[in-house]
C-alpha cells in the first residue's frame, strides 16, 4: 500500500463529475489498484475514490505530478493533480486474514443461515452478507421479539473477531431503520478473552456444533 | 530454442495442457507452461507441461528443431495465442530472456518465467494395465455425475476405481445417491488388486480428453495413503493426479439383492415427463411417481400452489409402488444409463431403488447400476 500525503486537487470524469479544490489530502493507493483519497475528518468514506480494475498513470508537467487513475471497464477517470508532496511511503500489508474466508467457514454461514432458530426461538433471517462501508456483517437478523440481531461467524472466535464485530454494531446501529441492533458472536470455539470482552460489551457469545448443524438437513433420508 | 510446427498441433497441444493450469496458482511460476524442444531416440519433440501440485499434464509432439532448449511462459496468453494465430507453420524461438511465437505475418513475443523455480513433474507410476478410450470415457462419465460436491465431506468428491484381475469397477456417491460401473480391461498383471479414489472432476475431465488415442494406460503408485498417484496416458498426453486419502463408504452392502417391484419404462419419455412435471417441483419438493399395471403416474406441486400430472406407458412386474424421488437425481441416474428402457427396482418406498437399463439379453446383469435415496412422499 503507498501513502501520500500532499497538496492535491481531485477531478472526477464519468457519468458525473466532481472537483475538489487544492488542498493537503491522503491519498492511498492499494495493492488492488484502487486509489482513495481522504480528508482529516470521518472514519470510514473518502473524499473520492476509484474501485479495481483501474490504471495509474503518473505523468509531470510544470505545474507539478498529475496521476490519472483510469476505471479498466467502465473507463471514468480520477485526475489528481498533486503540487507538494509531504509524505510518500510504500508498505508490503500481505493478504488480511481478518478478510479471508475459508470453506468451513463460508459453510457454517450457510447452514447457520438456513436453520437461524439455532441462536433462539423465533429468529428469522435477514440476509447474509449484509453489505456495510466497512465489510459484511455475515448475517443480519431478527431475534424472537423482532429486535435486528448482526452476527459474526468464525471458526476460531478471538478478541479481533469481537473486535470487527463491535465496528460492525457501532456502524449499523447509526442506521434509524435498523437501530438498536445488538451482536451475536457466533463460531466453534471462543477463546476466554474473546468471551470475556463480548459480554463486556454486551454481545452474546454462541458456540456452534458444525456436525450438528449439518445433521440437520431439511428431512432429506439419505442412504448413508 | 528454435523449432517450427504446425499451427494445429501446437495449438491443440497447447490448449489441451492448459486445462491443468492453476486458476489462482499458488506460487506465479506455476502460471507458466513448460515448453521443452530436444531430440530423443532420434524423434524431433517438443514436450508441454503444466503443474498444480495435485495435477500434472504433459504432451509430446513432433516438431522441427533447428536449435534445442527450455523455457517457462504464461500458459493462459500461450493458449490464447496459439488458438487465434492464423493456419500456418508456426515458429517459435527464444530472443534473451523472451520467447517470439511467430507465424505468417503475425508475431508475439511473450517474457520468460525463471524455468529454474519451475518444480519437476512427478514421474509417471509403473504401468498397471490399459482400457478402450472411449469406454473409459463413457464409463467415467456415468459414476462421475454421483460424485459429491461438498469439500467438507472430501472422501465423497472421488471416484472409487476399484481393480480386481481384469474388472475395473468405478463407484462414487454423494450420500442420495450411487453409481456402481463395472468394466473390463487388460492388466499388466491379471493377479493384480488395487483401490484408489481419484478426485472426480480431474477424473472425468481427463477420461474425456484422451479419447484421441485408442487406449488410455493407467498407472497407480503408492495407494497406502499420503502419497498415492495416478497416471493416465493415450494419444502424446499423459497426465498424473494425486490420489484423496479417506475411507471410501462400503457401499456394496447398500445395495439391496431382492426386490418386490420391477418396472421398465421407455427412457426417452420418462426423461421428458420428468423434466416437464418436475417445473412444479421446487427445490426439495418431491417428484411422486406411482408404479401400477400397464402405467406409471408422475405427480409434483402441492394443493396451495401450482400442480402437475402425466401418466406414462410403463410395465410392472410385482406390487403396486408409490414412491417420490428428488427429480434431478432421477434425472441424473436416466440420463447416465446406456439402454433405451429404464428399468426400476425397488422395495419398499423408504428404501433404495435400483436404475439401471434393460440388458440386451434377459438373463444378463447390467454392468451399471444407480442406487437412488427416495425422498418422504409428503414434503
Given at each position: ?90 508498505h508490503e500489508l500481505g493478504p488480511d486474514p481478518g478478510l479471508r474466508k475459508d470453506g ?121 | ?206 477420461a474425456k480428453s484422451l479419447t484421441n488415442g485408442a487406449e488410455v494406460a493407467i498407472a ?160
Amino acid at each position: 500500500m503507498r501513502l501520500v500525503i500532499a497538496r492535491c486537487s481531485v477531478d472526477y470524469v464519468g457519468r458525473l463529475t466532481a472537483h475538489l479544490p487544492m488542498a493537503p489530502r491522503l491519498i492511498l493507493h492499494k495493492a488492488d489498484g484502487s486509489v482513495s483519497i481522504h480528508a482529516d475528518d470521518r472514519a470510514f468514506k473518502p473524499l473520492n475514490w476509484m474501485n479495481p480494475p483501474c490504471t495509474v498513470r503518473e505523468t509531470t508537467d510544470d505545474d507539478g505530478t498529475v496521476w490519472t487513475v483510469t476505471h479498466g471497464k467502465s473507463g471514468e477517470k480520477l485526475i489528481l493533480r498533486i503540487e507538494e508532496v509531504w509524505h510518500d511511503s510504500s508498505h508490503e500489508l500481505g493478504p488480511d486474514p481478518g478478510l479471508r474466508k475459508d470453506g468451513v467457514e463460508a459453510h457454517l454461514q450457510e447452514l447457520l443461515a438456513e436453520h437461524i432458530t439455532t441462536l433462539g426461538e423465533g429468529y428469522t433471517l435477514i440476509r447474509r452478507e449484509y453489505p456495510t462501508a466497512i465489510g459484511p456483517v455475515d448475517i443480519l437478523c431478527r431475534d424472537g421479539d423482532g429486535a435486528t440481531v448482526a452476527v459474526e461467524l468464525k471458526r476460531r472466535g478471538d478478541i479481533d473477531g469481537v473486535e470487527q464485530l463491535t465496528r460492525y454494531l457501532d456502524l449499523l446501529n447509526r442506521d434509524p431503520a435498523l437501530k438498536p441492533v445488538r451482536g451475536v458472536f457466533a463460531a466453534q470455539e471462543i477463546k476466554p478473552q474473546a468471551r470475556v470482552l463480548a459480554t463486556d460489551r454486551g454481545i452474546s457469545c454462541v458456540t456452534l456444533d458444525y456436525d450438528a448443524l449439518r445433521g440437520i438437513e431439511p428431512d432429506i433420508p439419505r442412504l448413508f | 530454442m528454435k523449432f517450427r510446427v504446425e499451427r494445429d498441433v501446437l495449438a491443440d497441444a497447447v490448449a489441451w495442457t492448459a486445462r491443468s493450469l492453476p486458476v489462482r496458482p499458488s506460487v506465479p511460476v506455476l502460471a507458466g507452461m513448460l515448453l521443452d524442444a530436444s531430440e530423443d531416440d532420434g524423434r524431433q519433440r517438443l514436450k508441454l507441461s503444466s503443474f498444480d501440485y495435485e495435477v500434472s499434464a504433459q504432451v509430446s509432439v513432433e516438431i522441427e528443431i533447428e536449435e534445442p532448449g527450455t523455457t517457462l511462459v504464461s500458459g493462459r496468453l500461450l493458449a490464447e495465442i496459439t488458438r487465434n494465430l492464423p493456419p500456418q507453420t508456426v515458429e517459435v524461438s527464444t530472443d534473451g530472456a523472451k520467447v517470439v511465437v511467430s507465424c505468417g505475418s503475425a508475431k508475439f513475443t511473450l517474457i520468460t518465467l525463471p524455468v529454474e523455480d519451475y518444480p519437476a513433474l512427478p514421474e509417471m507410476p509403473q504401468l498397471t494395465g490399459a482400457v478402450g478410450s472411449d469406454a473409459f470415457a463413457a464409463a467415467v462419465g456415468q459414476v462421475a455425475v454421483a460424485a459429491g460436491r461438498d469439500d467438507t465431506l472430501p472422501m465423497l468428491t472421488g471416484i472409487r476405481v476399484e481393480i480386481e484381475g481384469d474388472t475395473v469397477t468405478l463407484a462414487s456417491t454423494d450420500r442420495y445417491r450411487l453409481a456402481v460401473r463395472e468394466l473390463a480391461w487388460k492388466p499388466e498383471n491379471p493377479d493384480l488388486s488395487a483401490v484408489a479414489l481419484v478426485p472426480a472432476k480431474t477424473l472425468a475431465d481427463t477420461a474425456k480428453s484422451l479419447t484421441n488415442g485408442a487406449e488410455v494406460a493407467i498407472a497407480l503408485s503408492g495407494t497406502e495413503s499420503g502419497e498415492g498417484m495416478i497416471g493416465f496416458e493415450g494419444g502424446g498426453r499423459r497426465t498424473t493426479t494425486r490420489l484423496l486419502d479417506g475411507e471410501f463408504p462400503k457401499y456394496r452392502a447398500l445395495l439391496p439383492d431382492s426386490f418386490n417391484s420391477v418396472a421398465e419404462v421407455q427412457k426417452a419419455e420418462f426423461i421428458e415427463a420428468v423434466k416437464r412435471v418436475s417445473l412444479v417441483a421446487e427445490r426439495n419438493t418431491p417428484l411422486r411417481l406411482a408404479f401400477s399395471e400397464g402405467q406409471l403416474v408422475l405427480e409434483a406441486g402441492t394443493g396451495d400452489e401450482a400442480q402437475a400430472v402425466e401418466v406414462l406407458d410403463a410395465t410392472l412386474e410385482g406390487d403396486e409402488i408409490q414412491i417420490a424421488f428428488n427429480s434431478a437425481f432421477l434425472i441424473d441416474g436416466l440420463n447416465a444409463i446406456d439402454s433405451d428402457i429404464a428399468r426400476l427396482q425397488f422395495t419398499t418406498s423408504t428404501k433404495p431403488a435400483i436404475i439401471t437399463g434393460k440388458p440386451a439379453e434377459e438373463e444378463a446383469s447390467s454392468d451399471y447400476r444407480y442406487l437412488i435415496m427416495p425422498v418422504r412422499l409428503s414434503s
